[in-house]
């Protein structure tokens, strides 16, 4: 069982920056692949990275690429999104996942455990 707590979002102007952050629990951190999806209101959850155990490979979504980074300190059970030159349409819930594959998948029920999310607001 892992228990995932996320932190960190909040309101930022347009071009702005936030790092969220998610803690997990237990002693098997680095043997989850984990992920960040996001879910505006009236849309549906999307993928926006993901990385592997080891934190060598790691999907972006097109829409955050070159604007978000993925990072995980196994040593601390934790895994960051940098993100960057923030746009209004990135206002979400941000939820950090964990999954038991090797290689993080971008579909959701891929993933095994949740956090409870974390809001960004991003104002024009």
């Known amino acids: 069982q892992v228990q995932l707590v996320e932190s960190g979002g909040g309101l930022v102007q347009t071009g702005g920056s936030l790092r969220l952050s998610c803690a997990a629990s237990g002693r098997t951190f680095s043997s989850y692949a984990m992920g960040w999806f996001r879910q505006a209101p009236g849309e549906e959850r999307e993928f926006v990275a993901g990385i592997s155990r080891s934190g060598g490979r790691i999907p972006y979504a097109d829409s955050v690429k070159g604007r978000f980074t993925i990072s995980r300190d196994n040593a601390n059970n934790t895994v960051y999104l940098h993100m960057n030159s923030l746009k209004p349409e990135d206002t979400a819930v941000y939820y950090c996942?964990?999954?038991?594959?090797?290689?993080?998948?971008?579909?959701?029920?891929?993933?095994?455990?949740w956090g409870q999310g974390t809001q960004v607001t991003v104002s024009s």
């Open positions: 996942a964990a999954s038991r594959r090797v290689w993080p998948p971008s579909v959701g029920n891929e993933y095994d455990f």
